[in-house]
């Protein structure tokens, strides 16, 4: 895998570098939508963790609507489980331009983006958000099937882009 990390660091004219990785990318050059790993973690035991930057929108151009978001929160983490058992969490970004997908495991994008794919295609023909209500949430009427089914859509018309990440 490049070292993501230095690149930033040369384009953003020798930044220190950051303890969170996210930190030490240039958002000024990475090309949304995409899949990265923006993190991998040996445990002691031996046990691997990848994280992984889920970029829906171009950062610093476009973000998603909150309700989005929420909604796609709740979507993804349910009906990303039913493609692999790997998932031990997904959470979506400050920044609303995307989603950290945490798995167990030792995963390339390459093996990746097929289970994002079908749970986004699970997404596009749910009926509703799981769990959009106020007792399995905290703000249950926060919530919009329509505008994350059109994200969703969004994503993946753009499927062939997704390992393109542009650093």
């Known amino acids: ?9 040369s384009a953003q004219g020798a930044q220190p570098r ?8 240039d958002h000024r ?11 991998r973690k040996v445990l002691p035991g031996g046990d691997v963790l990848t994280k992984f930057d889920v ?11 909150s309700e ?17 058992g790997d998932v031990i969490d997904v959470s979506p970004m400050g920044c609303r ?5 945490l798995l167990s495991g030792d995963h390339t994008p390459a093996q990746f983006a097929p289970v994002l794919e079908a749970t986004l295609r699970d997404l596009l023909a749910a009926t509703e958000v799981p769990a959009a209500n106020e007792v399995q949430c905290g703000w249950g009427a926060h919530h919009t099937l329509e505008g994350a089914q059109t994200a969703a859509r969004a994503f ?6 997704w390992e393109d990440v542009g650093v």
């Open 29 to 39: 050059v990475v090309k949304a939508p995409y899949i990265r790993i923006a993190d």
């Open 156 to 161: 993946l018309d753009r499927r062939d882009e």
């Open 97 to 101: 331009t995307g989603f950290y997908a």
């Open 55 to 65: 970029r829906f929108t171009q950062p610093n151009v476009d973000h998603l609507e």
């Open 68 to 84: 989005t978001v929420h909604s796609l929160e709740h979507l993804l983490a349910e009906h990303m489980r039913e493609h692999t």
């Open 18 to 25: 950051m303890n969170v990785e996210s930190f030490n990318l």
């Open 1 to 9: 895998m490049p070292d993501q990390t230095a690149d930033a660091e």
